[in-house]
């Protein structure tokens, strides 16, 4: 087993007396990928933001594998480090694309200003990337010019895709990114994650809904319920032999559909 990327600890958050996420903790190594499922409002997406850093836990830590091999508490980090480390090194693809994209801006500017991000300043090289990367999300090269708003939804989770890879990033966190979307194109879009996600050695964390979805992407699942984490396994054992009451309801609830 390699060394943990993303070491989480007890994270805990209240809003008032409700407990959106309460003492969660894992590993996760580095190309592995995690789903996240659990009912709307399980706290979900709360701990997906905690893990970002977007939102400041009440308790708990955040420690990620910098480059140098070091094992670095993410609450430690200025404003400037965190930022630009999730500049470079992380994803964050969002349930609403609106969140994720710059919708008056061009696709090849939503991809290229994350490479201008890094310090690339020109502007062939830019168009070159943003090109590829189009390419690779399966978005026409002729459609580069058009801003988000003229895409379909299913396009716009692409380009979100591609404006968050085309960085190498090591980490990509994924919150519901094929829901809306109807059967086939959710059907390409995972066919597209699971090959991307392999062919570059990414870690993921994605959340979901869909056991389904689960099922094809994650090496393993973390069950979600009312904050806590309920079970946590191989996805394999937790979807065939679950051992929750919990799990086997939303098994069960799934077969049943
Ligand atoms: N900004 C906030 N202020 C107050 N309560 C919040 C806030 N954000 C989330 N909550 C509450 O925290 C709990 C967890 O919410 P969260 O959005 O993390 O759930 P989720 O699992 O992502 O749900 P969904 O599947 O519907 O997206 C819910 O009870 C929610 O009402
Ligand atoms: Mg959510």
Known sequence: MSEPLLQVRG???RYGDRLACADVSFDLVPGEVLAIV????SGKSTLLSLIATELAPDSGTVAYRMRDGTLRDLGTLSEAGRRALMRTEWGFVRQDAAQGLRMAVSAGGNVGERLMGLGERHYGRIRAQALDWLGRVEIAADRIDDPPTRFSGGMRQRLQIARNLVTGPRLVLMDEPTSGLDVSVQARLLDLIRRLSAELGLAVIIVT??????????HRIMVMRAGRVIEAGLTDRVLDDPE??????LVASVLAA
């Open 11 to 13: 994270l805990t958050k």
């Open 244 to 249: 929750h009451a919990y799990t086997q309801l």
């Open 209 to 218: 809904h869909d056991l389904a979805v689960a099922r094809l992407l994650s």
């Open 38 to 41: 659990g009912e709307s409002g």
